[in-house]
């Protein structure tokens, strides 16, 4: 099987090179870019199947960088994460809305980066990012906002929702508390990690019998299913 090609745009030496060395270690390709322009002209002889795009960039940044890629033909649908430094939420909704599928907030430790960067070429793989999920006898329903339970409707919470969902979105995949907490109550939210383990706890008894499916990693956080 060919093995995917990964392309990482940073400026900043020494991170570009330890991401591009870990995902060629983790059995990608990968290729480093300074910046924009070396990017595009080698997107345009291979389109990469994902691309990490800083946000911070000399020149055109990562966004500028997101939205030219979006209208470049062959490219349209790459998988595509940002990565920036923390607590910029302007940078979160805006990233979002110029069409990124993921989120990585500096400084990240490589064993994140590989496994969100399996888990979103998973997801473009899979679904299409259609929002339908379905994992022992749950079922979730993004867009219709619907969860059932072995054919049970269930209801949940706005935040039990979006707990579930990340969770889903991630699957396979330790979540900390703080990511959770970031992901589902925005960066601007000032609580504290107990409140998700308070939701996780009212989550897992509405999801009854799937309750279980949610598993805590003692000292790191949660995460359900096992991935593919
Ligand atoms: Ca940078």
Known sequence: MD???IYIVEDEE???ELVAYTLQNTGFDARGFVGGRDFFDAVRERAPDLALLDIMLPGDDGL???TKLRATPG???TPVMLLTARGSEYDK???FNT????YLTKPFGMMELVARVKNLLRRARDTAGSGEYKLGGLSVSVPRHRVAVFGETVTLTLKEFGLLECLLRNAGVVMTRDGLLSDVWGYDFEGETRTVDTHILTL???LGRCGTLIQTVRGVGYKIGDGK
């Open 93 to 95: 909704v805006l990233g």
């Open 3 to 5: 093995k995917k090609m």
């Open 204 to 206: 897992r008894a509405k």
């Open 99 to 102: 069409g990124a599928d993921d």
């Open 64 to 66: 500028a960088v997101l």
């Open 14 to 16: 020494n991170i570009r």
């Open 75 to 77: 490219a349209e649908k």
